[in-house]
């Protein structure tokens, strides 16, 4: 009886990713040394916002889905999936500037569908490009190729397929030059989290779990390079509904475990645009609202503010002690009440 309950929890946590796989309506963002992009994709085609506030039109393959966004040395780069005319997922990237963009490769050796890849960047060039790959959405594998002198290498399996779905991957290239991966894996019972860190020599360490085997699903985490490691948030489901948990990755181990918002909150999704990390959250509870959590390198909570709102995720900004949350028809400032120490 717990499996089965446990299983119906894990499908449950699987339909609330669905809206996310059906269209796009909410914006991408990436920033570097502040200047801010700002990616818009609805109905096969995509608006891209410069640094200077211009809006360049980005062409899209058919039944397109970007879902990552990166800001390089003068530019960006975006990354997402689409169906080609048989029905058959595959890669896309898109390389830009303020002026104009351009279609690059992608990665070779497919045999089976791709779905959902993260770009990864380091010091304002790109490293590389991770994705899910497999027979169908719940025989998915994690691959990664690097961006090698204006080519991509060969592909590397970093996970093999599981009892069943894996999703919702997220990535992060780490001051030290390795690369984290992190996503939600079905383990026969419910999902959880798992990891894999790249060294700077190449090799990929076993997935494992980033938390303890709780028997409930953990589902959508968002990564972020942090300090000298990294931090991970992601939603764990209660009797109550899903709460938001952070944990930091120090020293080649997860550490420092929380939860840092009650039930009720989902589909966390970090930004650097405040200098430092930034914890972007629904708060599913009435009133509904966007909450932002600003942390320092170890994940101390710096301050936090919310806007009540029945959108989509906003754009969000910071200036003067004030985020600014902006949706197509609308802005929206709060303060950020500062956490005392």
Same mark, same amino acid.
């Given at each position: ?31 570097? /040394? ?23 039109? =980005? ?6 889905? =970007? ?26 990237? *898109? ?16 045999? !089976? ?30 691959? =990664? ?45 419910? !999902?959880? *989290? ?24 953990? *589902? ?39 939860? =840092? ?10 930004? !650097? ?27 101390? /909570? ?40």
């Amino acid at each position: 009886m717990k499996r089965t309950f446990a299983r119906a929890l894990a499908v449950f946590a699987c339909l609330l990713l669905a809206p996310a796989l059906r269209s796009q309506t909410e914006p991408l963002q990436a920033s570097r /040394e502040g200047r801010r992009w700002v990616l818009t994709a609805v109905s096969g085609s995509a608006s891209v916002e410069t640094p200077a506030g211009r809006s360049l039109a =980005v062409p899209l393959p058919k039944r397109a889905q =970007v879902t990552s966004l990166v800001a390089l040395e003068g530019g960006w780069a975006a990354a997402g999936s689409f169906e080609d005319g048989d029905g058959v997922r595959k890669l896309f990237v *898109i390389r830009g500037t303020g002026a104009g963009s351009r279609a690059l490769s992608v990665p070779p050796g497919q045999k !089976d569908e791709r779905y959902g890849p993260v770009l990864l960047a380091a010091g304002g060039e790109l490293a590389g490009l991770a994705w899910l790959e497999g027979d169908g959405p719940r025989t998915l594998a994690v691959r =990664v190729s690097a961006w090698n002198e204006g080519r991509w290498e060969a592909p590397v399996a970093v996970s093999r397929p599981g009892p069943g779905s894996q999703l919702a991957l997220t990535g992060a290239v780490l001051t030290d030059g390795s690369w984290l991966l992190a996503w939600s894996a079905y383990d026969g019972q419910d !999902d959880e *989290i798992v990891w894999s860190r790249r060294t700077p020599d190449g090799t990929w360490s076993k997935s494992q779990r980033a938390s303890v085997d709780n028997g409930v699903p953990d *589902i959508t985490p968002a990564l972020t390079a942090a300090g000298d490691g990294a931090l991970l948030s992601w939603s764990r489901f209660a009797p109550e509904g899903y709460s938001l948990l952070l944990s930091r990755f120090s020293g080649g181990t997860w550490r420092d475990e929380r939860t =840092v918002a009650p039930a009720g909150s989902l589909y966390p999704k970090f930004l !650097d645009d405040a200098g430092h990390p930034a914890l972007v959250y629904l708060s599913a509870a009435r009133p509904r609202s966007w909450s932002v959590m600003e942390l320092d390198a170890t994940g101390r /909570e710096l301050g936090r503010a919310a806007v009540p709102s029945s959108l989509d995720r906003p754009v969000v900004g910071f200036d003067a002690g004030e985020v600014r949350m902006r949706w197509p028809a609308q802005e929206t400032a709060a303060p950020l009440e500062r956490k005392t120490p």
